[in-house]
């Protein structure tokens, strides 16, 4: 059942033309991922298909009687609106019916008319079967850490406020939604929620979004849009890459030969040019159009960003007794730790628990309440800030990257100009000079970016780097960081970026406590999860006697020569591993338009991955004794 066509759609801003002649249909159940570089038009589009914002040719016909969310990159909500008036606007009668029953419930009951009101309420519910409403409704709100139904929207942070959009959309259960980097301002948790939530509903969808786990698990086909044209796509994204790849190199081949079939006609055209008028016709539109076919060059999708890396001493960071509190939020509590070079960690924990705030300290714009923080002398920081950068009014592109340098030294000893790393970085030089203040959030994030890598920094410290850049800057970024020599520090909610570069974490718990977990974080999910499940079998088991006098028989447990042997030998081979899957990793994001060797490489990182969590878990394991 056909939900949604496009039929010719076009849009274009004053002079710049975003896409034109686009026509593809959205059916009951499917689900796609609209991506394409910054400033492509793709959220443009989704406003189009939602109604939003009207194209500048062609037209979008929608199924009579479908209902439609959709959820925006920057939610455009009442300000004098209740967060609890938002999340129940839905003009459904069973959620009105849920919306008076938690109102009374709030209100309370002590009354005999408010007591009569809310056996009302419940026998309505009750006749509209509606109960299962309340329960879906507890689940979202719980699952958003939306609990401040009476603010209004207007006293909310911008993370809230796309949450509270976010509930508005699920809880209306609309037929088509439509999302705009919907894990943006999400932790991790929430996001493995809402992913489970959004794949196994009915619904049909469409999505921007970065995070590659995200895309793979709720969607079906992908949609690009790319020179104002519309590919699609049946598959997850390592498909997609394949079947670009392949669709490139064929442009490529097409392209190579219309070069050569055009020095032909021109070589024809400026033969007797007195006789020109004389010419056909038809075949001096052709070598028009084989011309045009001859200098189709595409996106420059390329972004190197190997900067020669700057030496690091034997000193890097060291971070002891640090404590931050903010009244009875306690943020830190006597955390240390020392870091070495090449360090890459992850910082991972729900929102609201501090981690930005430890970043703002490590860089000194906070100060600790007591602790010190010692950075070595040859430390040269970055720090990509989650809020971006505040450019000058009136800047120009070109302006906010020559003021941190004009050139910048490369690994095979270049020297590239700024204008030339714009260049890189998918900013031509006919917008060098346009105004930042024109650009899409993406591109000023990206801009951000580039302006930190042009101070050459062995210390990267990256709060949310991941949103709103689009996927083909993502896979540069993560090969530019694989390789960087420095020390890295990122706080994510992207799981494939921080699977990809991570080798340990910093788990904010709250209360001020942070685990150091050695692994990647997809390893972390794994051991939370088997600690939970053994939790409450572990209660269940728990001895009367007090857990202390239980404590010197687990010390005395000691390895024994074998599992000695295993524990020193199995460091090295999960350090093996890891660089096997690192390669493997960038094998398959590398364009490869070979299917077999694709195919191959699947699997292999299916078995590496496999085995290096067996292995990784083992260690563990091992390690606990040894220290216990």
Known sequence: M??????????????????????????????????????????????????????????????????????????????????????????????????????????????????????????????????????????????????????????????????????????????????????????????????????????????????????????????????????????????????????????????????????VELEWLRRSPKARGTKSKSRIDAAGALKEKASFRGQNQEVKLQVKGRRIGGKVLEIKNLRKAYGDNIILDSFSYTFNRRDRVGVVGPNGVGKTTFLRLLMGEEAADSGKIRMGETIVPGYYRQDGFHFKDNSRIIEVITEAAESVEMSKSQTLSAAQLLEHFLFPRSRHHNFVENLSGGEKRRLHLLRILMTNPNFLILDEPTNDLDLITLRKLEEFLADFEGCLMVVTHDRFFMDRLIDHLFVFEGAGQVRDYPGSYSQYRTWADQQKQEAPSMVAAKPAAPAKEAAPKNRSRKLSFKEKREYESLEGEIEALEEKKALLSDQINGGSTDYEALTTWTKELEEVTAELEAKSDRWLELAEIAEG
């Not at 909310?156 to 976010?166: I, P």
Request: hydrophobic fraction near 40%; include cysteine; glycine fraction near 6%.
């Open 2 to 263: 056909n939900y949604l066509s496009a039929e010719n759609l076009s849009m274009s801003y004053d002079d710049k033309l975003l896409f034109e002649g686009l026509s593809f249909g959205v059916d009951q159940g499917q689900k796609i991922a609209l991506i394409g570089v910054n400033g492509c038009g793709k959220s443009t589009l989704l406003k189009l298909l939602a109604g939003v914002e009207a194209p500048t040719g062609g037209k979008i016909t929608v199924r009579k009687g479908l209902r439609i969310a959709f959820l925006s990159q920057t939610p455009d909500l009442p300000e004098y609106a209740t967060v609890q008036d938002v999340v129940f606007s839905a003009d459904l009668p069973e959620v009105k019916l849920i919306e008076r029953y938690e109102e009374l419930l709030a209100q309370g009951v002590e009354a005999a008319d408010q007591q009569q009101a809310l056996q009302e309420v419940m026998a309505e519910i009750d006749a509209a079967n509606a109960w299962h409403y309340e329960v879906r409704i507890k689940q979202i709100l719980g699952k958003l850490d939306i609990s401040f139904l009476d603010r209004n929207i207007g006293e909310l942070s911008g993370g809230q406020k796309k949450r509270v959009a976010m509930a508005q959309a699920l809880i209306g259960e609309p037929d088509l939604i439509i999302m705009d980097e919907p894990t943006n301002h999400l932790d991790l948790e929430s996001i493995e929620w809402l992913e489970q939530f959004i794949s196994t509903s009915k619904q049909s969808l469409i999505l921007v979004t970065h995070d590659r786990y995200f895309l793979d698990s709720v969607t079906d086909e992908i949609f690009e849009l790319t020179d104002g044209q519309l590919f699609q796509y049946k598959g997850d994204y390592a498909y997609y890459l394949q079947k670009k790849a392949e669709r490139e190199l064929q442009r490529q081949v097409e392209t190579e030969k219309a070069q050569s079939l055009f020095k």
